[in-house]
């Protein structure tokens, strides 16, 4: 502050500086850019409108609009939609049966694993479920990951998609996401985020390991966008629609089961028919009315046209089920007829489920591999015990009978037998044949241990009867 600047504000306290009012305006100008339409077209330095051609002309993202709006909708329904909420939490439960499991045979790298999965902030039991649901209902999740130095411990958080400004590609392959810039607040920038991925410079220490600042995930996205789309984006209409034509048929049948008394009261004028309602109540039920014949009761009730609900209902959740992929004995379905595709699905043989957790055991272990590999460049565990590795076992979404299993495993042994004394099968095909079926009872077989433990069994038996006989 200059001596005029100083001598100014001992005569006017109140007096606000240039740098002030520069940041007032640059706030108000900011708020006013946020209130114009879109149709203003006002944007002379391209902050805040897409460029219809140029460097992002072959990426196939939403319009920045749509984008934003399928958020809000997606957090509308979640709130409001039964069925949207159905849909979800059953996914997520034929998912997440039970609890995933990530073991390492080297004792160090378990130790680092549990000490992760079960960080209360991280939580990843009770945590990656929900997010992995929100991901389904959004498209996209974003989580910070801050980084001990010292012993180079990681701690997930989460950023809403919603406040995703941009994701920036690597200009040469658009597959390979390489930052992410959040909104910023009150004029101010974005964070920038560094998506993790494996350094590729061979002169950092870092190299062939996971770096950066968070990680991006997302579904539905066409091979040429960064940005996910919700499972959900198509279906929202129709569920919507769906549950308020349910609701207005509900509200309707109100209608008609409400009724009104009309009450005749012949020569009578308006004074004495004001008197009479006030001394004639509505009678209650059961109770005893007498008038003359000059007083004539009569209960009348609203005349709306019905038709046949339950077809318009079925329809609709016909096609949303149909385009969900799930049966509709999943959702509230009734009768024999969906009795009998309740018992067909029993097995839950919907291939999607199967590659929805195919996609959340890779989110699993590239996560689990970057805790290692912060690990290592910390100096908590060396590069040999991380190349031990690990494995991330995913919870069965299709629960086998065992009962027509183990009943038909006497029947494939007779039937392996004959066919093996036939010459119809080798012995090794038969084993592992019979090994096939025992797995799916979870029992993993070795066909070719197996056939050397009987070899040898055979040769013992073999030895010892001739013993026997000399």
């Known amino acids: 502050m200059n001596i005029r600047e100083r001598i100014a504000k001992v005569i006017a306290p109140g007096m606000v500086t240039k740098e002030a009012v520069q940041e007032l305006v640059k706030d108000e100008v900011a708020r006013m850019k946020v209130a114009l339409p879109i149709t203003a077209n006002y944007d002379p330095k391209n902050e805040g409108y897409r460029r219809l051609m140029g460097e992002n002309q072959h990426r196939r993202d939403l319009y920045a609009l749509t984008q934003d709006r399928m958020f809000e909708v997606a957090y509308f329904m979640w709130d409001n939609s039964a069925m949207t909420r159905g849909l979800a939490t059953m996914d997520k439960a034929f998912l997440f049966a039970e609890p995933i499991t990530v073991t390492a045979d080297d004792e160090d790298v378990q130790e680092i694993i549990t000490d992760f999965w079960e960080d209360p902030e991280n939580n990843m039991d009770i945590e990656l479920p929900d997010q992995m649901m929100w991901l389904s209902l959004l498209g996209e999740q974003v989580w910070p990951a801050s980084v001990n130095a010292r012993n180079g411990h990681v701690r997930l958080g989460y950023y809403d998609p919603a406040q995703v400004k941009e994701v920036y590609v690597n200009p040469r392959n658009i597959k390979q996401v390489q930052m992410v810039e959040m909104l910023g607040r009150s004029g101010h920038s974005g964070e920038k985020l560094t998506v993790i991925r494996r350094e590729t410079d061979p002169r950092k220490k870092e190299y062939e390991k996971l770096v950066g600042n968070c990680f991006y995930f997302t579904v539905n996205r066409p091979p040429n966008s960064p940005r996910g789309r919700s499972d959900f984006l198509t279906l929202f209409d129709w569920i919507d629609g769906l549950e308020r034509y349910s609701f207005n048929h509900l509200e309707r049948a109100e209608f008609m089961l409400n009724y009104i008394w009309d009450v005749l009261l012949e020569g009578m004028d308006e004074q004495q028919i004001r008197e009479w309602l006030r001394n004639n109540q509505a009678p209650e039920p059961g109770s005893v009315r007498a008038h003359n014949e000059r007083v004539t009761w009569q209960a009348v009730a609203p005349d709306i046209k019905s038709h046949d609900v339950s077809k318009g209902y079925e329809m609709g959740k016909s096609f949303i089920m149909g385009a969900a992929r799930r049966p509709e004995s999943w959702f509230g379905g009734g009768g024999k007829?969906?009795?009998?595709?309740?018992?067909?699905?029993?097995?839950?043989?919907?291939?999607?489920?199967?590659?929805?957790?195919?996609?959340?055991?890779?989110?699993?272990?590239?996560?689990?591999?970057?805790?290692?590999?912060?690990?290592?460049?910390?100096?908590?565990?060396?590069?040999?015990?991380a190349e031990t590795g690990f494995s991330v076992n995913m919870p069965e979404i299709s629960k086998k009978d065992l009962g027509k299993v183990t009943n038909a495993v006497p029947q494939l042994a007779t039937a392996l037998s004959i066919a093996e004394d036939r010459w119809w099968v080798t012995r090794e095909d038969a084993v592992k044949i019979f090994g096939m079926v025992m797995g799916q009872l979870g029992v993993e077989v070795d066909a070719e241990a197996a056939l050397k433990e009987a070899e040898k069994k055979r040769e013992d038996e073999g030895e010892e009867g001739t013993e026997d006989y000399m």
């Open 337 to 385: 007829a969906y009795q009998t595709e309740a018992e067909q699905f029993g097995q839950v043989p919907i291939k999607d489920l199967d590659q929805r957790q195919l996609y959340i055991k890779h989110i699993v272990k590239h996560v689990v591999q970057f805790v290692l590999d912060q690990a290592v460049i910390a100096g908590r565990l060396s590069e040999e015990k």
